[in-house]
């Protein structure tokens, strides 16, 4: 299967400072990636698509303002969560489909906001 | 439109079987399986698409019935490392995004 990255693994950070969060794709090109959040013992959120080279897609009641996505590149993907609170604490994770069907993820990034 | 999964939890013992259900209100051009154990990332099991085959492989294996928009994962003989979430991801006709099941979380005794 196809490999994806993310880095940090975890971060702590205080309330109201930003956190920018990489997504990888290691072993192919990805014009898309998708990034989700999940809630302990909840399901996968999807946040928003990720679209390389044009802004990003985001899902209703998804702040694009606070969660801020950049996709320069056909290997890379960073989702930022800016002034982040205590309530963003969470585990966010990128995926990509490299053939369009299989969808990957990421090891996943955990972020706790004191 | 969030698919529903069944049950949501289950504990086996080790060689039994398991089956986990998918279902949608909506039509479905592909179902994807993974298995996520605490705290790492899910992990691709399988994809069954719209007109495409059963999938399996070893003693896990799933099927897709296009008319109920319904999906099944069969765990066969079960091992300890079976232990996890089991989660299905559907995407419609028109959509190239998944949309994710609450999950069944399934737990393997020796």
């Known amino acids: 299967g196809a490999v994806v990255s993310q880095h940090p693994s975890r971060v702590i950070c205080k309330s109201g400072t930003s956190v920018k969060i990489e997504c990888r794709s290691l072993d192919f090109q990805a014009t898309t990636m998708f990034w989700y959040r999940q809630f302990p013992k909840q399901s996968l959120m999807l946040m928003a698509t990720?679209?390389?080279?044009?802004?990003?897609?985001?899902e209703q009641g998804v702040e694009k303002d606070k969660f801020l996505i950049n996709h320069a590149s056909l290997t890379l993907s960073t989702l930022t969560v800016t002034s982040a609170h205590p309530e963003d604490s969470s585990f966010y994770i990128c995926s990509a489909r490299p053939q369009g069907y299989e969808q990957y993820f990421g090891p996943g990034t955990r972020l706790t906001v004191t | 439109q969030q698919p529903v999964q069944s049950p949501q939890a289950v504990i086996l013992r080790e060689g039994e079987d398991a089956v986990i259900n998918c279902s949608s209100s909506?039509?479905?051009?592909?179902v994807h399986w993974y298995r996520q154990k605490h705290g790492e990332a899910p992990v691709f099991l399988m994809i069954l698409l719209k007109g495409g085959e059963q999938k399996g492989h070893e003693k896990i294996s799933a099927s897709f019935n296009e008319k109920k928009q319904q999906s099944s994962l069969y765990l066969t003989a079960s091992q300890l490392s079976y232990s996890g979430t089991y989660f299905c991801?559907?995407?419609?006709?028109?959509?190239?995004?998944?949309?994710f099941g609450a999950g069944t979380i399934l737990r393997v005794k020796s």
């Open positions: 991801g559907t995407e419609g006709e028109y959509g190239n995004k998944l949309v």
């Open positions: 990720s679209n390389e080279g044009s802004k990003a897609t985001y």
């Open positions: 909506k039509a479905l051009y592909s």
